[in-house]
């Protein structure tokens, strides 16, 4: 059960409605700039703040801006991105839902028949029994959904990629 594969399958079937975009890393964009103004302001107020104090403010700082800088080039130059929906312009969310083996049958129609909204119907589980992977756009008109159940220490694919709204 992988995301990416799921999201690619999605695009090689829209015909271009669906692609990969990276997002924009607004957090860690706000991290970076948060480290930054804290070394600023610690530069600054050097000479008043005690040596224990001044040494952790900037371990802390410098953590913060290592981790925003690795976040950010991650994000940026790592894998393809996420699927995006160029009709609605926005991002396709993605969900798993876990069901108990005993609801097969019902959860089986919904993802057959591809009725994203049928499966809040269905009594959901923590347990991830049985495993429904759901791409769908904001308002739900556009889903890819596919289900698996979980044997033997992996997921096995029940059914194949169901993809409505396109």
């Known amino acids: 059960m992988n995301k990416k594969t799921i999201g690619e399958a999605l695009c090689a079937l829209s015909n271009g409605r669906i692609v990969m975009r990276r997002k ?13 103004g804290v070394l600023v302001g610690e530069w600054l107020m050097r000479d008043t703040l005690s040596a ?5 403010v900037v371990l802390v700082a410098s953590s913060v801006l290592i981790y925003a800088l690795l976040a950010i ?8 991105g996420t699927p995006y929906d160029t009709r609605e312009k926005g991002f396709l969310s993605y969900e798993e839902i876990y069901f108990e083996r005993g609801k097969r049958a ?3 129609e919904c993802v057959e028949h591809c009725l994203p909204g049928a499966l809040a119907d269905v009594e959901r589980s923590r347990i991830p029994e ?3 992977v759901v791409l769908r756009s904001k308002d739900s008109r ?10 033997e220490l992996e ?3 029940l059914t194949e990629l169901k993809v409505c709204g396109l």
Do not use: C
């Not at 924009?24 to 930054?36: G, K, R, T």
């Open 130 to 132: 049985l495993a429904v």
């Open 155 to 157: 997921y096995k694919a």
């Open 142 to 151: 556009l889903a890819a959904m596919q289900m698996f159940e979980y044997t």
């Open 106 to 108: 019902a959860v089986t």
């Open 24 to 36: 924009f890393p607004v957090i860690s964009v706000v991290l970076l700039l948060a480290a930054l």
């Open 73 to 80: 080039s991650l994000t940026l130059f790592y894998g393809k």
């Open 52 to 56: 224990d104090l001044s040494s952790s």
